[in-house]
C-alpha cells in the first residue's frame, strides 16, 4: 500500500516587506491510504500553508511533498485529490449544479453519468433544490457545501479539505461531518482536514495532529481510541470515551504557553 501523503522535512519561509516570515518548522507526517488525520493549532501556526504545500499551489522552502508516491506536483497534474478549502471558490457564472459537474466534465464523463451524479451529491448536502442557482443567490454556508460536493464529485482517494465546514450552522456542521464520516467509509478516501473545532476533529478522524504556534510545528500526535471511523454514529457524541479525547487534544494544545488555545473553540 502506497501511503497517501508523505510529508518529510518540511520548511516553509514566506519573504515579506517585513522580513522573513517562518511559517513551518521541520514538519514530519505520513497519512495512510484511507486514514483521516485532522490538522488543530492556532490561527497563524501554517495549517493552511501545509495543505496547500500538499496540493502544489505553493512549493515548501525545504524538505518533500510525495502525494500515492508521486511528487506534488505529478498528483496535482495527476488530480488524485479532492479539494474543499477555507473560501468555496465557486465560479460565479455557473449555477450550483454546474459548479458541481465541473470537474466530471473536464474528464470527459459523459451527459447521463454526470447529472446522475450530480442528483445525488446535491441531495447529499441538502441543496436539491438549489440546483439551478448562482452562488451569489445562496448564504456562505450553503456556497461551502456546493464545495464540499464539487471535491466529491469524483469520489477521490484523498481529500484535502480546509476548515471545510467553518460557516455552517451547529446542527447542519454535525449533519455534513456524519456524511463526511460515512462517504469517507464508503469510499476508503485518505482526508487531511483543518478545523478549529476540537469535537469536530475528535468525531471524524483516525489521528489528530496539534500544531505549535508559529513558526508551524507537529507538537503532537494524538490517536483516537474511539470506534473505527467507519463505525462512529451521532450517539457516540455524548459517550465518555469521546469527552475523554477531547480532553487529550485539549490537554496537547495547552501544552505551550496558555496564548496556545487562541483561535481554537472547544465546542
Ligand atoms: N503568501 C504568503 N506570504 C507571506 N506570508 C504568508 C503567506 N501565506 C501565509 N503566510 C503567513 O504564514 C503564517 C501561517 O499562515 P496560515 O494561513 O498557514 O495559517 P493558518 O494556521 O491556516 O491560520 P488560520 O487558522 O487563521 O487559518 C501566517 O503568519 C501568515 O501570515
Ligand atoms: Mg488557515
Not at 56 to 82: C, K, N
Amino acid at each position: 500500500m502506497t501511503d497517501a501523503v508523505v510529508i518529510s522535512g518540511v520548511d516553509k519561509t514566506f519573504e515579506t516587506k517585513g522580513g522573513l516570515v517562518h511559517a513551518l518548522e521541520a514538519i514530519e507526517l505520513t497519512v495512510s491510504e484511507g486514514e483521516f488525520v485532522s490538522l488543530i493549532g492556532p490561527s497563524g501556526c501554517g495549517k493552511s500553508t501545509l495543505m496547500r504545500l500538499i496540493a502544489d499551489l505553493d512549493q515548501p522552502t525545504t524538505g518533500t511533498v510525495q502525494v500515492f508516491g508521486r511528487s506534488a506536483r505529478e498528483a496535482r497534474i495527476a488530480q488524485d485529490y479532492g479539494i474543499a478549502f477555507q473560501q468555496a471558490g465557486l465560479l460565479p457564472w455557473r449555477t450550483v449544479a454546474e459548479n458541481i459537474e465541473l470537474p466530471l466534465s473536464l474528464h470527459g464523463v459523459g451527459k447521463a453519468a454526470r447529472e446522475a451524479r450530480v442528483n445525488e451529491l446535491v441531495g447529499l448536502v441538502g441543496l436539491s433544490d438549489f440546483a439551478d442557482r448562482y452562488p451569489d443567490q445562496l448564504s456562505g454556508g450553503m456556497q461551502q457545501r456546493v464545495a464540499i460536493a464539487r471535491s466529491l464529485a469524483e469520489k477521490p482517494r484523498l481529500l484535502l479539505m480546509d476548515e471545510p465546514f467553518g460557516a455552517l450552522d451547529e446542527m447542519t456542521r454535525e449533519h455534513m461531518q456524519s456524511e463526511l464520516g460515512r462517504i469517507c467509509a464508503e469510499t476508503g478516501a485518505a482526508v487531511v482536514f483543518v478545523t478549529h473545532s476540537i469535537p469536530e476533529a475528535v468525531f471524524l478522524s483516525d489521528r489528530v495532529v496539534v500544531m505549535s504556534p508559529r513558526p508551524g510545528r507537529v507538537q503532537q500526535i494524538v490517536p483516537m481510541q474511539l470506534a473505527a471511523t467507519s463505525d462512529r454514529h451521532d450517539d457516540m457524541r455524548e459517550e465518555a470515551v469521546f469527552f475523554e479525547m477531547i480532553t487529550a487534544v485539549r490537554e496537547a494544545l495547552h501544552q505551550g504557553s496558555p496564548s496556545m488555545v487562541r483561535g481554537v473553540e472547544n465546542r
